[in-house]
């Protein structure tokens, strides 16, 4: 692998859980050399892409990072459109609702809002990955891409089991992601969370491809699930709107 791509898997590894590594640490969670991959951070330490905590000496993604984002999410139009959309939402369900993205082979949270005070507040902040067989945003997302990416993922993915009613059974998480595309929509029960459901919608670019979703999360209660008919109604409508308004961005 060239020292670019050593580069952009530092970036990625440091954009996901726990945050922040030792060279060691890094070195044992990338299986790269410890000399060779002290150099490539020290570059991105200067180029303010990467920080290196004074005490624990563990590094972190540096400003540099929100600043691409930012502008990542100017360009695709979540920041001008989603705003307002998800405080229309919130108002409307009075739960936590978010933005995710497919990213390449992952989906990421672009953009949330929380009910201030809600009983459940949405743990994964912007930025960070969803699963691909938990929640309703990573199912629903991945269930829409072509059938020859998800094979490629669900071989190169380790299903993780994060709670007693996660699918990770991979014909039957195939059987899944077919149920989705079929209903265009996905409303999920403690598959990512024990105590927490959702609801996903799919959002479309201008050529039709699903390349978004608008997703909620609430507790799981009964009264809750009830609401189910209501809230994904809700959702559709400002997937809709989302949709078009994303048309005119380029």
Same mark, same amino acid.
């Given at each position: 692998?060239?020292?670019?791509?050593?580069?952009?898997? @530092?970036?990625?590894?440091?954009?996901?859980?726990?945050?922040?590594?030792?060279?060691?640490?890094?070195?044992? *969670?990338? =299986?790269? %050399? =410890?000399?060779?991959?002290?150099?490539?951070?020290?570059?991105?330490?200067?180029? *303010?892409?990467?920080? #290196?905590?004074?005490?624990?000496?563990?590094? *972190?993604?540096?400003?540099?990072?929100?600043?691409?984002?930012? &502008? !990542?999410?100017?360009? @695709?139009?979540?920041?001008?459109?989603? %705003?307002?959309?998800?405080?229309?939402?919130?108002?409307?369900?009075?739960?936590?609702?978010?933005?995710? &993205?497919?990213? $390449?082979?992952?989906?990421?949270?672009?953009?949330?809002?929380?009910?201030?005070?809600?009983?459940?507040?949405?743990?994964?902040? @912007?930025? #960070?990955?969803?699963?691909?067989?938990?929640?309703?945003?990573?199912?629903?997302?991945?269930?829409?891409?072509?059938? /020859?990416?998800?094979?490629?993922?669900?071989?190169?993915?380790?299903?993780?089991?994060?709670?007693?009613?996660?699918?990770?059974? =991979?014909? /039957?998480?195939?059987?899944?992601?077919?149920?989705?595309?079929?209903? $265009?929509?996905?409303?999920?029960?403690?598959?990512?969370?024990?105590?927490?459901?959702?609801?996903?919608?799919?959002?479309?670019?201008?050529?039709?491809?699903?390349?978004?979703?608008?997703?909620?999360?609430?507790?799981?209660?009964?009264?809750?699930?009830?609401?189910?008919?209501?809230?994904?109604?809700?959702? =559709?409508?400002?997937?809709?709107?989302?949709? !078009?308004?994303? #048309?005119?961005?380029?």
């Amino acid at each position: 692998m060239s020292s670019l791509g050593k580069a952009l898997r @530092i970036l990625k590894a440091l954009a996901e859980p726990p945050f922040e590594y030792s060279l060691t640490e890094l070195s044992e *969670h990338m =299986k790269v %050399g =410890k000399s060779g991959l002290y150099k490539l951070l020290q570059e991105l330490k200067n180029e *303010h892409f990467v920080v #290196q905590n004074k005490s624990s000496k563990k590094y *972190h993604l540096g400003p540099i990072s929100l600043r691409l984002g930012k &502008v !990542y999410s100017r360009y @695709i139009g979540y920041e001008e459109i989603a %705003g307002p959309i998800l405080d229309h939402l919130l108002k409307a369900i009075n739960e936590t609702v978010y933005v995710a &993205v497919w990213e $390449g082979d992952r989906v990421v949270v672009v953009c949330k809002r929380t009910r201030p005070g809600a009983l459940y507040e949405m743990n994964d902040f @912007i930025g #960070q990955s969803l699963p691909v067989n938990g929640g309703s945003s990573g199912r629903l997302l991945t269930a829409f891409q072509d059938p /020859e990416v998800i094979r490629d993922i669900l071989e190169k993915t380790e299903l993780e089991k994060r709670t007693p009613y996660t699918i990770t059974d =991979k014909n /039957e998480l195939l059987e899944d992601y077919e149920k989705i595309r079929k209903q $265009g929509y996905c409303v999920e029960d403690q598959t990512f969370s024990l105590g927490v459901m959702g609801i996903s919608v799919p959002i479309t670019d201008k050529s039709g491809t699903v390349t978004a979703c608008l997703a909620m999360n609430a507790e799981r209660t009964d009264e809750n699930m009830e609401k189910v008919p209501v809230w994904l109604q809700l959702l =559709k409508d400002a997937a809709d709107e989302f949709s !078009y308004k994303l #048309q005119f961005r380029h």
